[in-house]
């Protein structure tokens, strides 16, 4: 029961971060050069500014980081996605097979 209580509430965190950063995303002007080019990859999101770290400690989950990818013009012209992924926990492998983390995925779209 605790357990399933400290992962509900790492989730909890993990979701308010992921659509704390989609806002973010979301509020910025529609010419803002960020939403009107492609990403080449993920781009990592600075979760603690104040810091040097870019990621934060959910208590009971560990490391939580986002990163956000731009895809400029789609689905339609005018229109971009913009895909905001949480991490959550350490990656352990066990087995040669990679466990501990799991991934939360926010997708918004926005008028450019």
């Not at 050069?33 to 781009?43: F, H, K, Q, R």
Request: hydrophobic content about 40%; aromatic content about 4%.
């Amino acid at each position: 029961m605790v357990a399933n209580t400290i992962r509900s509430i790492a989730t909890e965190h993990a979701d308010w971060n992921g659509e704390e950063v989609l806002e973010k995303m979301l509020a910025l002007r529609s010419t803002d050069p960020i939403l009107n080019a492609d990403t080449a990859g993920e781009v990592v999101f600075d979760l603690d500014p104040d810091s040097a770290a870019n990621t934060i400690t959910i208590p009971g989950a560990g490391p939580c980081g986002a990163t956000y990818t731009i895809d400029a013009g789609s689905p339609v012209p005018n229109i971009t996605t913009i895909v905001v992924t949480i991490t959550v926990g350490t990656p352990i492998l066990v087995g040669g097979i990679e466990v501990g983390t799991h991934q939360i995925v926010f997708t918004g779209y926005k008028r450019v």
